[in-house]
């Protein structure tokens, strides 16, 4: 009976161990999802939000970015080289018109092609309610490159996937 | 009468009836994550034929061993599983697509399409639809081109049909 109890103290010792292994030291693939939770985080709009806040979430959405960032759109024939300067502006431009904003990432997939570059698929769900009281939705898929720049992952390009090619 | 009664609603927690309850789950999670997964319409890509709000299972074996056909309605992945398209396929590779005045030409011949209810003018000029790929619409025509999300995919992302 002793034995058996110090087995079990020991296997709930073994786990607490490896969750803190997971919690302390994440891996890159969940260092990149905790990226695009921040982005999602910082392009979030709720009802009433201050200029203020609105003003410091587009600051933040730029430290997620490379120094020059790549957005490509086929679908548009739209490809710009944006300095990430001037992200905080596109993106303060961009939230304007909703009155309330969400936006999520799912069923992530990451690949590592190269050491410090990430390749990451995802479908992007966007959310939007405008101040008419009308709701506008979209996703897409995208799929974005990553580099490790100073041990943090940043988007250095984001393309927009043509599931349907009209 | 009682016993048994009693025996179902409170049975006696047993090895057995524990390892009966995990199998039944395990069953159920691997048959509505691989066979038959849920699903919840939102939008009005599909409407009338399908509504924003309605739920359905999307019948993951449908295409497993078969191509989908013409007017079938399919689930289109993105990047996976957990947002999909719901849309007609109308063409298949090969075919030529175009749309004149709202109205649909396979192969350079009119469709009939009692699915699709006053619809608009769109104005598509002939495109084939290339190798492994399919063409898909959905069934709502009532509006503007631009905003209705259709075209060719490939077949890979198919990905079943809804059950109904």
């Known amino acids: 009976m002793v034995v058996g109890k110090k087995w079990g103290i020991a296997g709930i010792g073994v786990v607490v161990a490896a969750i803190l292994v997971f919690v302390l030291w994440p891996s890159d693939a969940d260092r990149i999802k905790t990226q695009f939770e921040y982005l999602a985080e910082n392009i979030a709009k709720s009802p009433g939000e201050s200029p203020l806040t609105s003003g410091a979430k587009a600051k933040r959405i730029r430290t997620v970015f490379t120094d020059t960032v790549t957005l490509h759109a086929p679908a548009y024939g739209y490809v710009r080289d944006l300095p990430a300067s001037d992200l905080p502006a596109l993106a303060l431009s961009a939230r304007a018109p909703y009155r309330e904003l969400s936006l999520d990432f799912y069923d992530a997939t990451i690949a590592f092609p190269q050491k410090d570059q990430a390749d990451a698929r995802v479908t992007a769900r966007l959310r939007g309610r405008l101040p008419s009281g009308e709701n506008v939705e979209d996703f897409q898929e995208l799929n974005c490159r990553l580099h490790k720049v100073e041990g943090a992952w940043r988007f250095a390009s984001i393309e927009v996937v043509e599931v349907l090619q009209p | ?164």
Request: proline share 7%; aromatic share 14%; charged share 20%.
């Open chain 2, 1 to 164: 009468m009682k016993p048994l009664w009693n025996a179902f609603f409170f049975p006696q927690l047993t090895r057995a009836y524990a390892g009966r309850v995990l199998a039944v789950v395990a069953c159920a999670v691997i048959f509505f994550s691989f066979v038959l997964t849920p699903f919840r319409i939102r939008g009005h890509s599909m409407a009338p034929t399908y509504r924003d709000g309605g739920f359905n299972f999307c019948n993951k074996l449908r295409y497993r061993f078969t191509k989908p056909q013409k007017q079938d309605v399919v689930a289109i992945r993105l990047a996976g599983q957990s947002i999909v398209l719901l849309k007609r396929v109308v063409a298949l590779e090969g075919e030529t697509v175009a749309f004149r005045q709202g109205r649909l030409y396979v192969n350079h011949r009119a469709v009939e399409e009692p699915y699709v209810q006053s619809p608009f003018a769109w104005d598509l000029p002939p495109r084939q639809v290339a190798a492994g790929h399919v063409y898909v619409v959905g069934d709502n025509r009532r509006v503007p081109m631009h905003v209705h999300q259709f075209g060719q995919t490939p077949m890979d992302r198919v990905i079943g049909g809804p059950l109904w």
